[in-house]
């Protein structure tokens, strides 16, 4: 037999089995392939973890929310508080049980704005402030020691640390994509309890 005329030819890919053929990408562009990417698989995992925890995130957000409720009421007592004691400066009636009650609401209200929006951000030192201001409401028997052993809940849990971990925060950052979807029940219910709090704090203020 003689020599092949043309040595350095590269091989042809149509000689290769069919099965080869069907297997091979630089073939068949279709073939099907079992390798998955680093980033793919990364970003199904992030979105499995954050599923898992999306409800309990979502439930620490809903604390905050009523913490910045809660500043923003004191805020405008404060305000009012303030104007009042204007009013009792000109009269030359001012007291020092006044000076007394804007010093404490001004306080409560800065604090709890921070406290609110810090943990609607998974800031540790709000979830610290609002553990105390938990911690005291346990006193409250018996809707206070519910309300708030839950919040306490929340937030010093296994789930609540798992959350504020810089490990989940990175995986919030990555999947923006998932969002929380707040079911009709539960925006009425935030809804009456939002009205019951203003009721209740206007009451207190008017001395009703």
Not at 4 to 31: K, T, V
Not at 66 to 76: I, K
């Amino acid at each position: 037999m003689s020599a092949d005329p043309f040595p350095d030819d590269p091989a042809n890919p149509f000689s290769a089995s069919a099965s080869q053929r069907r297997q091979d990408p630089a073939i068949n562009p279709y073939a099907p392939t079992a390798e998955v990417s680093e980033s793919e698989g990364f970003e199904s995992d992030a979105d499995a973890f954050r599923r898992r925890y999306l409800n309990h995130e979502a439930s620490i957000q809903s604390v905050g929310s009523l913490y910045v409720l809660g500043g923003a009421l004191f805020t405008l007592m404060f305000v009012v508080v303030a104007v009042s004691m204007l009013a009792a400066v000109v009269n030359g009636q001012l007291e020092g049980e006044a000076i007394a009650v804007l010093l404490i609401y001004g306080a409560l209200g800065v604090v709890q704005l921070y406290a609110g929006l810090g943990l609607r951000k998974f800031r540790t030192g709000a979830r610290s402030i609002v553990a105390i201001f938990s911690a005291l409401g346990l006193l409250a028997f018996p809707f206070g020691t519910l309300i708030n052993g839950y919040i306490l809940y929340l937030l010093l849990g296994r789930k609540g640390n798992v959350v504020f971990s810089p490990e989940y925060q990175e995986v919030r950052e990555r999947t923006p994509h998932i969002k929380y979807k707040t079911p009709v029940v539960v925006k009425i219910f935030v809804v009456l309890l939002v009205l019951v709090v203003i009721t209740g704090f206007l009451m207190m203020f008017l001395g009703v």
